[in-house]
């Protein structure tokens, strides 16, 4: 049994602002591990199978985080497939199943940002779904409810396998009708399938989606580790899920049950279910105090969070901003994450912390005229060759080598040396040394947003 794992990372999560933002979303964040992401658990999720190097269906703007997280893994052969706009499920599966080698090729589709931790349970019910798939049947996997939730949608499940009925999320009272009765699994989005046994069902049921994505892959062109499809042509292709544009329609529709532990980490609420309490039922993440404080879950991440007789919060802090909701009501953050783009901001889309290819950088101080930013610049790698109209720069080492291209000179500096790059200057940083460069980098303008870059070389294409 052969199969290609097939990773679905095109969500953001805004559900889980702040700490999930447009340019880094939940998929990478360490939420329920200390050193792994869960995109990086979901990749590790298959490494005891039968298992071909994964393909990536992800957000063009995630592509070098993406790209990163998997290198952190030793994964340098995944095929990494760029979506130049979000249309849901069944165009990303779409570009999976055109991508493997054959028709024959299994696909086991998993999005990027679910937690399994009993991969015995789910390497069993893959073992299922495979015998099932091989007969061209098209694989999903049910979950078995341990409550009467009504985030979820569900499958009525019949014999050998059969799915009766696919229902929307329900209500509360029919949630418990669905728990009560034991013949309802959770819906959980995650397939196994022929690649060619898919693509067939897909032309039968929705030949549009099927005809605009064949088009914009049949267009692809390959940019350093990343197919690129056709961008005009992707974006005129009707946003559907796989439910609704396959599953649903299909005769050919099985459902495999799993019973172990599960979570798609869908809000602040399911990630305090998922994690371990301490003695007051609090999950306490972070240089955190408390006093009379129970059933809360506090994530601080850039300075002391303290709380004094409060119940069934999640307090949320990050360096820009702090989120504080009844856990009751932890499906509204979309609200203020609207809010916040309605309004301008961007809070939503980045942190005070921006990835970047060649590293990170930090504002952190903001003026009028005036911005201050810790830069991290990874050993090998180098920023683009650029100019900007309204701002001058100053650099100043803090650790390592950079070397640094300023208008015609080109110079080393080491700690405690700096340079000065005029308004209009053109100029470039790059780390020629073993260990990460860090300085400090003072901003002073009429004008200092991030697109005053007019750039004339990028080694990553940008």
């Not at 000179?409 to 700096?418: D, G, P, Y």
Request: proline letters at 4%; charged letters at 25%.
């Amino acid at each position: 049994m052969h199969i290609v794992p097939v990773i679905l990372s095109g969500g953001v999560g805004s559900r889980l602002w702040p700490l999930s933002r447009e340019h880094f979303p939940k998929q990478c964040l360490n939420l329920t591990h200390d050193h792994l992401s869960l995109l990086q658990q979901t990749a590790l999720r298959t490494q005891h199978l039968d298992v071909s190097m994964p393909i990536i269906v992800c957000n063009e703007d995630h592509r070098f985080l993406i790209a990163q997280q998997l290198q952190e893994l030793n994964i340098k052969d995944a095929r990494i497939i760029l979506e130049p706009v979000g249309r849901n499920t069944a165009p990303a599966i779409t570009l999976a199943a055109l991508e493997a080698t054959s028709d024959d090729s299994i696909l086991l589709v998993l999005p990027a940002d679910h937690v399994i931790n009993n991969t015995a349970a789910f390497e069993e019910a893959i073992t299922q779904a495979a015998s099932l798939a091989k007969e061209n049947y098209l694989v999903t996997f049910g979950i078995q409810p341990t409550r009467p939730e009504t985030g979820y949608g569900y499958i009525k499940a019949g014999q050998n396998f059969d799915v009766e009925t696919f229902v929307e999320k329900p209500d509360a009272n029919t949630a418990e009708g669905y728990l009560t009765s034991g013949e309802y699994l959770w819906n959980s989005g995650m397939f196994l399938f022929k690649a060619g046994a898919f693509l067939a069902e897909l032309k039968s049921q929705r030949e549009d989606i099927y005809r605009a994505v064949s088009s914009a892959y049949q267009n692809k062109s390959e940019d350093l580790d990343f197919i690129r499809v056709d961008t005009e042509i992707f974006s005129a292709c009707p946003e559907e899920s796989i439910d609704y544009a396959v599953m649903e329609q299909t005769t050919k529709a099985k459902v495999v049950p799993y019973s172990g532990d599960w979570s798609d980490i869908g809000a602040w609420d399911a990630l305090y279910d998922f994690a371990e309490k301490d003695k007051n039922l609090n999950v306490l993440i972070g240089d955190v105090m408390t006093e009379d404080t129970n059933n809360t879950l506090i994530n601080a991440k850039s300075r002391l969070v303290a709380a004094v007789g409060v119940t069934n919060l999640a307090i949320i802090e990050t360096a820009d901003a702090v989120l504080v909701i009844d856990k009751d009501n932890a499906q509204n953050v979309k609200k203020i994450v609207k809010r916040i783009q309605k309004e301008g901001r961007n809070e939503h889309a980045f942190h005070t912390k921006v990835h970047r290819p060649w590293g990170t950088y930090q504002t952190v101080d903001l003026g009028s005229r005036h911005q201050v930013k810790r830069i991290i610049v990874m050993p090998g790698e180098k920023l683009s060759v650029q100019m900007h109209h309204h701002r001058a720069e100053h650099w100043v080492v803090v650790s390592g080598t950079a070397k640094v291209q300023n208008g015609e000179k080109e110079i080393l500096l080491t700690e405690n040396e700096s340079t000065y790059i005029p308004i209009g200057e053109i100029h470039a940083l790059e780390n020629p040394g073993k260990i990460p460069l860090e300085l400090i980098e003072v901003q002073s303008g009429s004008y200092l947003g991030e697109d005053d870059i007019v750039r004339y070389c990028d080694i990553y294409g940008r």
